[in-house]
Every structure is written in structure tokens, then in C-alpha cells.
């Protein structure tokens, strides 16, 4: 007999979702907020930073994952991640055509909020508090981040923002996997004496 997934699950959480229950996108969304947001940060370059913001671009690959749901299929734990990320690729992609044809800033897509009553709503539900204490996280990884050498900033973000295998990320990185094993192994290494050095501050 087939064990019932864990209802928070990534899987418990898409398959409430396809049993109609609305609550668990805005779940879904708070989970994978972080992690997406970090790989849109440095997947926008630093041109496009100044212009557009990563919620943006956040609420835009949400909404299109919302819509394509049912093109989606779960194979393991990482693939979700692995399709939104995709789905986010695409979004910024769409969206340097549409700044370098307009030289401005991209018309995303617009909210609901006061000053415009008629935007899409968002798929989030979360309280102001939370989405705060959200960002604050997300601020201190990519403070982190950003302070490491590029190859162990690159291979921290395959293999815990995108959630890559091994024998992927060292496909990506064009190297052994057991290289790509001993740089990850050090920069893990580098983030934790930062955390504890972040700690004794």
C-alpha cells in the first residue's frame, strides 16, 4: 500500500494544490521564496538590478508556475525547484529583450495594491512581518555569498539553491565530480567560519 506523503511536503504540498486547496500555494510559495530569490539575485546582472526588483520577477515566475501547474511532474525532491528556476530563467530572459528593445525599465506584471486596484493579485499571502523576516534572511545569505571567491559562490548556488547532483553541478562547472566534491566541501567550509564569525560579533 502506497505511503501518503507528508502533507508539507513539496509533494503533500502539490498534491493539496491540485485537490483545490488554495492555502497550500501560499504555503508552497513561502517555501521556495528564499531559495528562488537568491537564484534570481545573481541571475540578474548588476545593470538589470538597479532596475528591476527581484520580487518582481519573483511574483511573475510564481504566478507563471500557478498557471503551468499542470505541466508539471514530480520526480524527486529537487525537481520543483528545478522547473520554477527554469520558469524564472525564462522571465529574465523575456525581460532583458523587453529592456533592451525599450531602453526603460520592463512593464512586469503589476500587482494589486492601493494605487492600483485592477492588478493581478498576488500569489502570497504572507503578512507583511513575515515576508520582513523573509527578506532579512535572504539579505544575510546573500551578504555571505557575495563575500565568497566566484568558483565556491558558483557552487554553493548549483548545489543548494538549485538543488543539483553532484554528477550535475560537475557537468555545469565543466570539472571531475569529485573536484566539484572537494570545492563544494570547501566552501561549505568558508560559509560556517563566517556564520560563526557573523556569531561571535
Not at 32 to 37: E, W
Not at 117 to 132: C, K, L, M, Y
Not at 145 to 168: F, H, T, W
Amino acid at each position: 500500500m502506497p505511503v501518503e506523503p507528508n502533507p508539507t511536503s513539496t509533494l503533500g504540498l502539490l498534491e493539496r494544490i491540485r485537490a483545490g486547496d488554495e492555502a497550500a500555494f501560499s504555503t508552497l510559495f513561502s517555501k521556495y521564496s528564499p531559495r528562488l530569490s537568491v537564484f534570481i539575485h545573481y541571475r540578474l546582472s548588476p545593470e538589470m538590478r538597479s532596475r528591476v526588483e527581484v520580487d518582481d520577477i519573483l511574483q511573475e515566475t510564481f504566478l507563471a508556475a500557478s498557471r503551468q501547474l499542470g505541466n508539471f511532474t514530480y520526480r524527486n525532491p529537487g525537481s520543483f525547484m528545478s522547473w520554477t528556476s527554469r520558469i524564472a530563467d525564462h522571465i529574465i530572459v523575456d525581460t532583458a529583450r523587453r529592456e533592451g528593445r525599450q531602453k526603460r525599465r520592463a512593464e512586469l506584471v503589476r500587482f494589486k495594491t492601493e494605487s492600483n486596484p485592477q492588478g493581478a493579485e498576488a500569489v502570497d499571502s504572507t503578512t507583511p512581518s513575515r515576508i520582513f523576516a523573509g527578506r532579512e534572511r535572504v539579505e544575510q545569505v546573500l551578504k555571505r555569498l557575495d563575500a565568497l571567491p566566484e568558483d565556491y559562490r558558483q557552487v554553493v548556488l548549483l548545489a543548494k539553491i538549485e538543488g543539483l547532483s553532484m554528477g550535475e553541478i560537475a557537468g555545469r562547472l565543466g570539472i571531475s565530480r569529485e573536484n566539484a566534491a572537494v570545492l563544494l566541501h570547501r566552501a561549505i567550509q568558508r560559509l560556517r567560519e563566517m556564520e560563526g564569525q557573523a556569531e561571535r560579533e
